[in-house]
Nanobody, 121 residues
């Protein structure tokens, strides 16, 4: 089972920035289709946030974060992705989960344990 190591959550104020990191250590670059992030706020279902496709480096964002969040992949560590979050809002408060889509799977096949992001007004 591929493990995902997340970091970077915390407590910030509205308007602040935060960067989340997620790495799939030991995972071959060629075995990955995409990596991304979902989030889940208290009392709500999991929501797609952003994804980075290995082929072509295409990125996809939820409308709620478009223009504020940026997903990228480390240039040297090919299985390390970042989620740069700017202009954070209280409604961004959630547990953020890193996800990985591996070759041969039909969808996101591995989920991280989550990292908490709390944005105060």
């Amino acid at each position: 089972q591929v493990q995902l190591v997340e970091s970077g959550g915390g407590l910030v104020q509205a308007g602040d920035s935060l960067r989340l990191s997620c790495e799939a250590p030991g995972r071959a670059f060629s075995s990955i289709v995409a990596m991304g992030w979902f989030r889940q706020a208290p009392g709500k279902g999991r929501e797609f946030v952003a994804a980075f496709r290995w082929s072509g480096g295409r990125t996809v964002y939820a409308d709620s974060v478009k223009g504020r969040f940026t997903i990228s992949r480390h240039s040297a560590k090919n299985t390390l992705v970042y989620l740069q979050m700017t202009d954070l809002k209280p409604e961004d408060t959630a547990a953020y989960y890193c996800v990985l889509h591996q070759v041969g799977a039909s969808t996101w096949s591995t989920w991280g344990r989550g990292t908490q992001v709390t944005v105060s007004a």
